[in-house]
Antibody, heavy 118, light 105 residues
Framework: EVQLVESGGGLVRPGESLSLSCAAS????????MNWVRQAPGKGLEWVSS????????YEADSVKGRFTISRDNAKNSLFLHMNSLRAEDTAVYYC???????????WGQGTLVTVSS | IQLTQSPSFLSASVGDRVTITCRAS??????LAWYQQKPGKAPNLLIY???TLQSGVPSRFSGSGSGTEFTLTISSLQPEDFATYYC????????FGQGTRLEIK
């Protein structure tokens, strides 16, 4: 089955770090650009970061630049988001999504909730 | 590039024809997609390249436009269509509109 499954969300305090994972299956993972998109409670969608299939090219939203790092392990069909210096405004459901650039996001995971609170 | 959707909230009845507009702050050719999101679920791709229907999406959904103004039309609303809709600029630095919530009248 073609799917993306996120994990790693949880409750952390402001200033702490957290890493998210996205396990891909059912397709040639290394052929695809991948993304993280987040959605704060009751709010709209916000693109966070993306990475090319080879991992060579990385793009980041200004809101997370210098704090979040996207990476991938094509041998393990996995996408990661390492989040440092977390803030209350980073509280959101984080989705991984396939494709991007000039192509639409055609496959999404179910999301994992990150809550930043003291 | 900013995307502005209108209206932000729409109340309609089953069988109605509805149109949602997405305006871009600069021309984006046809690099636009539309998504549907239901509560507690991930977004689902409906339309890409402004007017191309994603496989499996009912034909009552259609998209049009280019440059700075785009529309998503649902020709005859079905009960399962009540959801929130987002437009997206297809770019390496993706941008989403703020969303249009479609509710049952």
């Amino acid at each position: 089955e073609v799917q993306l499954v996120e994990s790693g969300g949880g409750l952390v305090r402001p200033g702490e770090s957290l890493s998210l994972s996205c396990a891909a299956s059912g397709f040639a993972f290394s052929d695809y650009h991948m993304n993280w998109v987040r959605q704060a409670p009751g709010k709209g969608l916000e693109w966070v970061s993306s990475i090319s299939g080879s991992g060579t090219y990385i793009y980041e939203a200004d809101s997370v630049k210098g704090r979040f790092t996207i990476s991938r392990d094509n041998a393990k069909n996995s996408l990661f988001l390492h989040m440092n210096s977390l803030r209350a405004e980073d509280t959101a459901v984080y989705y991984c999504a396939r494709v991007g650039g000039y192509q639409p996001f055609d496959l999404w995971g179910q999301g994992t909730l990150v809550t930043v609170s003291s | 590039i900013q995307l502005t959707q209108s209206p932000s909230f729409l109340s309609a009845s089953v069988g109605d024809r509805v149109t949602i507009t997405c305006r871009a702050s600069q021309g984006i050719s046809s690099y636009l997609a539309w998504y549907q999101q239901k509560p507690g679920k991930a977004p689902n791709l409906l339309i890409y390249a402004a007017s191309t229907l994603q496989s499996g999406v009912p034909s009552r959904f259609s998209g049009s436009g280019s440059g700075t103004e785009f529309t998503l039309t649902i020709s005859s609303l079905q009960p399962e269509d009540f959801a929130t809709y987002y437009c997206q600029h297809l770019n390496f630095y993706a941008t989403f509109g703020q969303g249009t919530r479609l509710e049952i009248k």
